[in-house]
Every structure is written in C-alpha cells, then in structure tokens.
T-cell receptor, first 115, second 111 residues
C-alpha cells in the first residue's frame, strides 16, 4: 500500500537553529498537509498546500514556518530560529483531493526536540 | 466555538471484551466525522469516515455511529485484541482544509 514517508524520524536541534523536515507524499495525491502534535496534546493543523501554494494555514503557522515543494516529489517544512516550544511530533499528510470524503494519509512523523 | 470532546480520556479493558468510545462535537458547518487510530509515536491511521446522512459504518471489528441531530458519535470495538491498544481520535471535517481534532481516548487492552 502506498504511504507517506518522512525524514528524519527524530531530530535534536539547538534553540535558534533552522530545521527542515522532509516528506514524500503519495505519488498521485494533490493535497499536502503538515500537522504537529506536542507530547500528550491534540494534533494541530499547521498548513495545507495545493498547486504549489498554501491553501490554508493556522495561527500557529507564522513567519517562523515555511513550506516548499522543491522538486515535484518532496514536500518540506522549514522552521526558522527554533524555540523550545517547537518540540513536537510533526506529521506530513496527503490526500488525493479535497473532497470531504477523501481519506487523509499520514506519515509516521518526525519527532523534533529543541534543546 | 468549534470543539470535539471525547470520553473517556482513558480506558483499560481485558482482551476479548467490547468497548465503546464517545465523541461529542460542536462544529459548524459539519462535513464529515472521522475516527483515527494512533499508536504511540506513530501517525494517525483512518478507521472510518461518516457523512451527515450515515448513521452506522463498520470496518472489521470497529463500528462507528453518528447522530447528527445530537452531534454525537461513538466507536464500538468488538472482541478487543492486544493490538487495539492505542489512542482513538475523533476528528470533524469542518471545511475543505480544516479538521477539528479531539484529544483522543487512550485505550489499553490487558491480557
């Protein structure tokens, strides 16, 4: 079964450093998402991406964050000047379309620890 | 306020027993409701998607119900197995991109 793959699975970074989290969505999917989950808390929506641009973003997704689809297969989340509170599991997801019945497929997550 | 509330917060049952997890939502406009299973440290996996007109939907030993009038949903797990130990998250699809997530019910199956 096709799957969303994410790298790295775990990254430790120092506060203030930049981090890039990488995702390879399912190949025929058109919509891509980033979510995060702080340990013990709810999954939170960050951003959705379609046709090479951001479709929607949450309040969390401020100027510190950016997304990019650099080469037609990868979908990246860049976090600039990381803060301690950015420590979380970051999930990439993709779906074939945005019709409400579409399943959203999640990757296994990238666990980011900011120290 | 758009919210999804789940109960109980956690549940421990013996292997082979049945259980029911609850979800109440106050999300508008409502598009559909999803149940996800999330193993610890892993990504959520979709179990069911229910639209406004669907009352019941099954996926193997998982049966979800939806009452759109009372804005309640339940997930019933039959003949539980050790591998069912996970968090079960209720998610309501509000718009094209916005999913409202519940906090999940942590289910532990004991042998």
């Amino acid at each position: 079964e096709p799957e969303v793959t994410q790298t790295p699975s775990h990254q430790v970074t120092q506060m203030g450093q930049e981090v890039i989290l990488r995702c390879v969505p399912i190949s025929n999917h058109l919509y891509f998402y980033w979510y995060r989950q702080i340990l013990g808390q709810k999954v939170e929506f960050l951003v959705s991406f379609y046709n090479n641009e951001i479709s929607e973003k949450s309040e969390i997704f401020d100027d510190q964050f950016s997304v990019e689809r650099p080469d037609g297969s990868n979908f990246t989340l860049k976090i600039r000047s990381t803060k301690l509170e950015d420590s979380a599991m970051y999930f990439c997801a993709s779906s074939p379309g945005v019709v409400s019945g579409n399943t959203i497929y999640f990757g296994e997550g990238s666990w980011l620890t900011v120290v | 306020k758009n919210q999804v509330e789940q109960s109980p917060q956690s549940l421990i049952i013996l292997e082979g027993k049945n259980c029911t997890l609850q979800c109440n939502y106050t999300v508008s406009p409502f598009s559909n409701l999803r149940w996800y299973k999330q193993d610890t440290g892993r990504g959520p996996v979709s179990l069911t998607i229910m639209t406004f007109s669907e009352n019941t939907k099954s996926n193997g030993r998982y049966t979800a119900t939806l009452d759109a009038d009372t804005k309640q949903s339940s997930l019933h797990i039959t003949a539980s197995q050790l591998s069912d130990s996970a968090s079960y998250i209720c998610v309501v699809w509000r718009s094209n991109y916005q999913l409202i997530w519940g906090a999940g019910t942590k289910l532990i199956i004991k042998p």
